[in-house]
């Protein structure tokens, strides 16, 4: 069996049933550059402990190049009998280099150091791609963001109208939590950037092989300093992936909105042709398709997080072959981020916003009670009695039919003398956004304040 690794101790090949099962080219043929990365620093640390001569190398290092330029062209892909895309790799050297040569490599490493190693190469390259990716979202945010510095909308508590505030202070608070994704990518990528190659396949190396060699030469930061854990931990996957499905989550935060604000009933956006979709059998129909499937696609990473964690939770030290059911999920995750956030960052920045709706529903549903209370604290009164006093306000227009700026001078000193004509400055969208100018607030000084931090925070990201 020319594609195997193994055989030495075998009567004969693995059945084929088995041999089904245990395949995995057509998942992990994607690492397979980086496989062929790894040989080449794993060329160089044979040469340094004497194991290859200087010709050996070069000749090594040629047929590496051959066989790299083979894979990345097409020309050179799994066989049927290769099992995984390691084993797939060396058939390919010894293809190239000759069985003698091409033999001397795999001496001082596993596919378990490998396959765990690759793996970090692979998701550290995207999570780049990725943080790139919700960085334009973040710009399309701050875009709209800036294009309605000063538009006001309802501000909502479970759903319900509660305060006027800023769209543009609305956005940013979807950029915010999205920037932390992106700082939270930066921060894993630390922990990713320890190398577990020279683990062997759970106790190291007996040849003289510098695993800290291999990680410099790979870019890793350090090497692991436990074998045992280099080859069997899959912490930094199942971390990539839980920033994959938070990633997921705040995109389907703002995709919900999107829905809501796109019916007829909200009319607060209108979602560009090219980011909406119709029906095949009512031809008025414009659906946010682009938004609903970020949020089912928000369930799917949702599944690839804790498909990796049930894979591991029982799994015993070291290498388990359960440990090959670790690939898919994340290359699932990054698949479904690098297709779902350049359609997101499209949709938002060509959303239209029907700000003059949204000023005209802002202070309905009683929304600036609040402000008149905090009025009355100003005035001196205890919040408690203030509270109470605004409530009678809104009891008593809730009965009018009429908001709070439509009960007259009269009616509010009817309810209590403290209530002045004075109260009239936060009775309207504008008095109460502005009242709101400390750091974090709605104010329009605020929120231009809020975006210039955030844009501080984004240069430094
Ligand atoms: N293909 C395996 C994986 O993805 C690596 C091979 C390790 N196999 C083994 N029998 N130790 O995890």
Same mark, same amino acid.
């Given at each position: 069996?020319?594609?195997?690794?193994?055989?030495?101790?075998?009567? %004969?090949?693995?059945?084929?049933?088995?041999?089904?099962?245990?395949?995995?080219?057509?998942?992990?043929? +994607? &690492?397979?550059?980086?496989?062929?990365?790894?040989? +080449?620093?794993?060329?160089?640390?044979?040469?340094?402990?004497? @194991?290859?001569?200087?010709? /050996?190398?070069?000749?090594?290092?040629?047929?590496?190049?051959?066989?790299?330029?083979?894979?990345?062209?097409?020309?050179?892909?799994?066989?049927?009998?290769?099992?995984?895309?390691?084993?797939?790799?060396?058939?390919?050297?010894?293809?190239?280099?000759?069985?003698?040569?091409?033999?001397?490599?795999?001496?001082?490493?596993?596919?378990?150091?490998?396959?765990?190693?690759?793996?970090?190469?692979? @998701? +550290?390259?995207?999570?780049?791609?990725?943080?790139?990716?919700?960085?334009?979202?973040?710009?399309?945010?701050?875009?709209?963001?800036?294009?309605?510095?000063?538009?006001?909308?309802?501000?909502?508590?479970?759903?319900?109208?509660?305060?006027?505030?800023?769209?543009?202070?609305?956005? @940013?608070?979807?950029?915010?939590? @999205?920037?932390?994704?992106?700082?939270?990518?930066?921060?894993?990528?630390?922990?990713?950037?320890?190398?577990?190659?020279?683990?062997? !396949?759970?106790?190291?190396?007996?040849?003289?092989?510098?695993?800290?060699?291999?990680?410099?030469?790979?870019? $890793?930061?350090?090497?692991?300093?436990?074998?045992?854990?280099?080859?069997?931990?899959?912490?930094?996957?199942? /971390? *990539?992936?839980?920033?994959?499905?938070?990633? %997921?989550?705040?995109?389907?935060?703002?995709?919900?909105?999107?829905?809501?604000?796109?019916?007829?009933?909200?009319? *607060?956006?209108?979602?560009?042709?090219?980011?909406?979709?119709?029906?095949?059998?009512?031809?008025?129909?414009?659906?946010?398709?682009?938004?609903?499937?970020?949020?089912?696609?928000?369930?799917?990473?949702?599944?690839?997080?804790? %498909?990796?964690?049930?894979?591991? #939770?029982?799994?015993?030290?070291?290498?388990? +072959?359960?440990?090959?059911?670790? #690939?898919?999920?994340? *290359?699932?995750?990054?698949?479904?981020?690098?297709?779902?956030?350049?359609?997101?960052?499209?949709?938002? !920045?060509?959303?239209? *916003?029907?700000?003059?709706?949204?000023?005209?529903?802002?202070?309905?549903?009683?929304?600036?009670?609040?402000?008149?209370?905090?009025?009355?604290?100003?005035?001196?009164?205890? $919040?408690?009695?203030?509270? /109470?006093?605004?409530?009678?306000?809104?009891?008593?227009? /809730? %009965?009018?039919?009429? =908001?709070?700026?439509?009960?007259? =001078?009269?009616?509010?000193?009817?309810?209590?003398?403290?209530?002045?004509?004075?109260?009239?400055?936060?009775?309207?969208?504008?008095?109460?956004?502005?009242?709101?100018?400390?750091?974090?607030?709605?104010?329009?000084?605020?929120? !231009?304040?809020? &975006?210039?931090?955030?844009?501080?925070?984004?240069?430094?990201?």
């Amino acid at each position: 069996n020319a594609g195997s690794l193994w055989g030495g101790r075998f009567d %004969g090949g693995p059945a084929d049933a088995l041999a089904a099962l245990s395949k995995s080219t057509h998942f992990d043929w +994607r &690492l397979a550059v980086y496989d062929i990365e790894g040989s +080449r620093a794993h060329a160089r640390v044979l040469h340094r402990a004497g @194991l290859l001569n200087e010709g /050996e190398l070069s000749g090594m290092l040629k047929a590496l190049d051959a066989l790299d330029a083979d894979v990345r062209s097409g020309a050179y892909t799994p066989a049927d009998s290769d099992e995984d895309v390691h084993g797939s790799l060396e058939r390919g050297l010894i293809e190239r280099a000759g069985a003698e040569l091409g033999g001397r490599l795999r001496a001082g490493r596993s596919r378990n150091d490998q396959v765990a190693t690759l793996g970090r190469m692979y @998701l +550290r390259d995207h999570a780049r791609v990725i943080a790139g990716g919700v960085l334009a979202v973040i710009d399309a945010l701050v875009g709209q963001a800036r294009t309605h510095p000063e538009a006001p909308m309802p501000g909502r508590t479970h759903l319900q109208h509660a305060q006027p505030v800023l769209l543009s202070h609305h956005l @940013l608070a979807h950029a915010w939590a @999205l920037l932390r994704d992106v700082q939270r990518l930066q921060d894993w990528d630390r922990r990713a950037g320890v190398s577990p190659y020279g683990s062997g !396949a759970l106790a190291g190396s007996s040849l003289g092989l510098d695993p800290e060699a291999v990680a410099a030469d790979l870019g $890793f930061d350090s090497a692991t300093h436990n074998s045992i854990d280099g080859t069997a931990s899959r912490d930094v996957y199942a /971390e *990539f992936a839980w920033v994959a499905a938070m990633i %997921g989550v705040d995109l389907s935060r703002i995709s919900e909105e999107i829905i809501l604000w796109a019916t007829k009933e909200f009319s *607060f956006v209108t979602l560009h042709d090219s980011f909406s979709t119709g029906s095949s059998i009512m031809p008025q129909k414009k659906n946010p398709d682009v938004a609903e499937l970020a949020r089912g696609k928000a369930g799917r990473l949702i599944g690839d997080l804790t %498909g990796l964690l049930a894979t591991l #939770k029982g799994l015993p030290l070291a290498y388990n +072959r359960d440990l090959q059911e670790d #690939k898919e999920p994340v *290359f699932d995750a990054v698949d479904t981020l690098e297709l779902l956030l350049p359609a997101v960052s499209g949709m938002i !920045a060509t959303l239209t *916003f029907s700000t003059e709706r949204m000023a005209a529903l802002a202070p309905q549903g009683f929304a600036l009670a609040t402000d008149v209370a905090e009025w009355l604290v100003r005035q001196g009164v205890p $919040f408690r009695e203030a509270h /109470e006093l605004s409530g009678a306000a809104v009891r008593l227009a /809730e %009965g009018r039919g009429v =908001d709070l700026d439509g009960l007259t =001078d009269e009616e509010y000193a009817g309810i209590s003398a403290h209530l002045t004509p004075g109260v009239r400055e936060v009775l309207s969208v504008e008095g109460s956004l502005g009242s709101r100018d400390a750091q974090g607030g709605t104010a329009p000084a605020a929120v !231009a304040r809020q &975006l210039e931090a955030l844009k501080r925070e984004l240069r430094a990201a």
